[in-house]
């Protein structure tokens, strides 16, 4: 079997974590035997086509220079939209571009899957003029395209409507389609995430990290929803006997303004900002925190973060869970 994956975010290189849920599912289906193409959104530095763990990966164009492409990747389709103009105005060149690729990658395939509305578009008219059938699968239940006329389409439009948890299913898909919808939800990798890891390598990478003190970790975009600033605020709060250690992890249009927010409060000795983590090091990150906070302003309202409350219970660490919008 062959399938052909549309996705407006998939890794750039080895190590990145924007869109690894895709890659992994990707890589599981080629374990299984199972034939995959990748069909993605191009960026400065990403190779045009490569295979990686038996993945066929196929990034194109959508704007001229490359350089000038913004509007996937770094915070994200929806933030680049709100904030930039120009982005706003590559949006049909991404459609454009999305469509006549698939029709040239999924000419060979037998099952056509789509994730996120975009690529479903694209997907479900390619596969008719192809006559492939399409799977679309949804990643969130966020109130601001719940029910939208366009997902209501692709939902009526698609073979199988997939999504990643009953919450999402019951915010985006309308009743008449509930007989041809399944919840997947996403998998975690148990061989790597797991509590006999040793914490040694952690204190390797981040060297300048105190061993002797409660270490606390986070992990996701830094981006307005998300609610970091808040979490930063909070350790200005806790005790000082003994004083935790806030390890933050990801990148984000907001990065510069919470370093400064650090500054101004004077925690440079309690929290840190270390960027993207290399995705194959995030289990020794887990291994070594004390406790892992799962920051999101839904948290409470969204409930498609089970795999992380997967991870941490394998790894055996607290989970506090956050939901900014009612600090």
Sequence with gaps: MRVCILTTSFPLHQGITVGTHVFEQARHLVRRGVHVDVLAPHHSGAPWHEVTNGISVYRFRYMWPHRWQTLCYGAGIPANLRKSLWSKLQLPFLMLMLFTNTLRVARRCDLIHAHWSLSGLSGIVAGKILKKPVAVMFHHGNTSFQRDPLTQWIAKKSDIVLCNSSFTMSKVIAGDFRRKSRVISPGVDIERFRPQIDK???????????????????????IEWKGFEYLIDAMEMLPTDPLPYLLVGGRGPLEKSLEQRIQQKGLEDRVKLIGQIPYERIHNYHAAADIFILQNRLILKVILILPVFFVILLKAKPVMLTDTWII
Excluded: A, D, M, T
Excluded at 200 to 222: A, D, K, M, T, W
């Design 200 to 222: 040694q390598p952690f204190f390797s990478l981040e060297p300048e990290i105190p061993r002797n003190r409660p270490l606390i970790l986070s992990l996701g975009r830094l």
